[in-house]
Each structure stands twice: as structure tokens, then as C-alpha cells.
């Protein structure tokens, strides 16, 4: 597979780090990838990852966006473009986990979506509940210096049972290249609630990575899953009380618009 290729696969860690009331932390191993919606048909010839069909690693359009067969990336450049954002021939791309073996679960898929310039132009943050529901932040990219960008937005989504509502999140993304970091800061008015981030080295795809891929985290999904059900076992345990889930937002898209982010 050359090198040429924007998608890639990025092996490093997560960290959950809850600061009250009660104080728990977890870091494991996992391997992402980002892939480049404009490459899908390309990726779809390695042996071992497949598009919209069972393999070793695959990726299936139907778990991202609204979950029909509308090609995905028309469904985002849609969505941009119903919020005023033109992206022309721009690029998008999705850091997320793909399917290993058939399953698949997404705490959080980002969607990094480019201009013609190659200039980042908006970021959407397609979040997932165990709830097999999901809702999206679509937030503009501000250009500013250096390589990191920071956006902010009010939670409207329920994910963790054991956070409430009335919380707002301060996400510091570096976008991907040789690394990516995704550093989200969640806080409620009296302050910081929980640090969750994903780092991450780049690897070149190839028949040869996405086997030692497979090898280095073979039952990911089923880690990613267990880790959620068994942290939460935790908190539980630790004299977490269980906060009431709310009817989900009628549209499956919250615009965060820059007042909004200046105001958190």
C-alpha cells in the first residue's frame, strides 16, 4: 500500500481520569485509524480490511452518521453544508476504531473535515452511548496559530450514567499527521469533572502493519466494551450515584456556533 495514502493507523492510549466526587483513573492500549473517505475504495483491496464486509478489520459506512446508504462523506458535506460550510473537493476524514471481527463500539469517532486550501475547516465529534444512540457536535475550526485547536461546547448528549447534563466540554485536538491527540475536559460549575484523551503514533497501512495491528490489540473491541461495563462497576462501587437518562436531542446534530465556545 504506498505511502501516499492520508489514512493510517495511530497505536497509543487512552486515559480516563475522573477527579470527583469520586477520584478513579484507567489507561489502556489501543490502536485507531484514520481513514480517508475519498480512499475507502483503495483500502478495499488489502486482504484483511474490507469496506461494508466482514473481515479481519473492516469499516461499515452504516456505523457513523445516520446510519443509512447514503455515501458518508455526502452525508457530512451535507451536513456542513445545511450549517454554511462549503468544503468543495475538501477532504474528510474519521479517526475511529473499525470493526474487528465483525464488532465495533465508538465512544467517540472524529470526523476532520478540509478545504480545498487542505485547511481544516470544521470538526465533527460523533459521539455513542451504550444506549445504541448517538448524537454529533459540529464546531467550526477558527484558524489560529500553531498546531493545536481548541473548541468548546455544552454537553447535550447523555453518555456516562454517572455525569449529569449541566456539564460542558473543552476539547484540545491536535490534528493527525505524525501523532494526533484528542484531550477532552469535561467540567460543571463548580468545576473540572473528568481528562479523557487518546494519543497516538502514525503507521503506514499495510498488509504487514495490520497484522502486527491485530496481534498488538486482538480482542480491542471487546476490551473497549468490558472496560466501559467494568469502570463503571467501579465508580458504582466507589458511591457513584446513577444519574437519570434523558429523552435524546430531536436532531442529530448540535452546531456550536463561536459565541457559544467564547461563552464556556
Known amino acids: 500500500m504506498s505511502g501516499s495514502l492520508h489514512s493510517a493507523i495511530y497505536c497509543g492510549e487512552v486515559m480516563?481520569?475522573?477527579?470527583?466526587?469520586?477520584?478513579?483513573?484507567?489507561?489502556?492500549?489501543?490502536?485507531?485509524?484514520?481513514?480517508?473517505?475519498?480512499?475507502?475504495?483503495?483500502?478495499?483491496?488489502?486482504?484483511?480490511?474490507?469496506?461494508?464486509?466482514?473481515?479481519?478489520?473492516?469499516?461499515?459506512?452504516k456505523d457513523h452518521g445516520d446510519g443509512s446508504t447514503t455515501p458518508l462523506k455526502e452525508q457530512v458535506k451535507a451536513l456542513l453544508r445545511d450549517n454554511n460550510i462549503d468544503l468543495g473537493a475538501g477532504a474528510i476524514r474519521i479517526l475511529c476504531y473499525p470493526r474487528i471481527l465483525g464488532y465495533v463500539f465508538n465512544p467517540l469517532s472524529v470526523f476532520y473535515c478540509y478545504n480545498e486550501d487542505k485547511?481544516?475547516?470544521?470538526?465533527?465529534?460523533?459521539?455513542?452511548?451504550?444506549?445504541?444512540?448517538?448524537?454529533?457536535?459540529?464546531?467550526?475550526?477558527?484558524?489560529?496559530?500553531?498546531?493545536v485547536i481548541q473548541q468548546a461546547c455544552s454537553k447535550h448528549f447523555y453518555v456516562s450514567p454517572f455525569i449529569p447534563m449541566e456539564t460542558h466540554y473543552q476539547f484540545r485536538m491536535t490534528p493527525p499527521n505524525d501523532s494526533v491527540a484528542v484531550l477532552i475536559h469535561q467540567t460543571d460549575p463548580e468545576g473540572a469533572i473528568l481528562n479523557a484523551t487518546f494519543t497516538g503514533q502514525r503507521i503506514e497501512i499495510t498488509e504487514k502493519t495490520i497484522t502486527q495491528t491485530f496481534w498488538r490489540h486482538p480482542l480491542m473491541t471487546m476490551k473497549v466494551i468490558a472496560g466501559i461495563h467494568w469502570e463503571a462497576l467501579q465508580l458504582w462501587r466507589k458511591g457513584m450515584r446513577?444519574?437519570?437518562?434523558?429523552?435524546?436531542?430531536?436532531?442529530?446534530?448540535?452546531?456550536?456556533?463561536?459565541?457559544?465556545?467564547?461563552?464556556?
Open 16 to 61: 480516563h481520569q475522573r477527579l470527583k466526587p469520586a477520584k478513579h483513573k484507567f489507561v489502556y492500549k489501543v490502536s485507531s485509524w484514520l481513514l480517508d473517505l475519498d480512499e475507502l475504495e483503495t483500502l478495499d483491496t488489502l486482504r484483511f480490511f474490507s469496506v461494508n464486509r466482514f473481515n479481519l478489520f473492516s469499516f461499515h459506512t
Open 119 to 147: 485547511e481544516l475547516a470544521a470538526i465533527l465529534y460523533e459521539v455513542s452511548n451504550t444506549f445504541n444512540q448517538r448524537h454529533s457536535y459540529l464546531i467550526p475550526v477558527e484558524k489560529a496559530p500553531g498546531n
Open 242 to 264: 446513577l444519574q437519570p437518562r434523558p429523552t435524546p436531542p430531536k436532531h442529530r446534530i448540535s452546531l456550536v456556533q463561536q459565541t457559544e465556545m467564547n461563552s464556556l
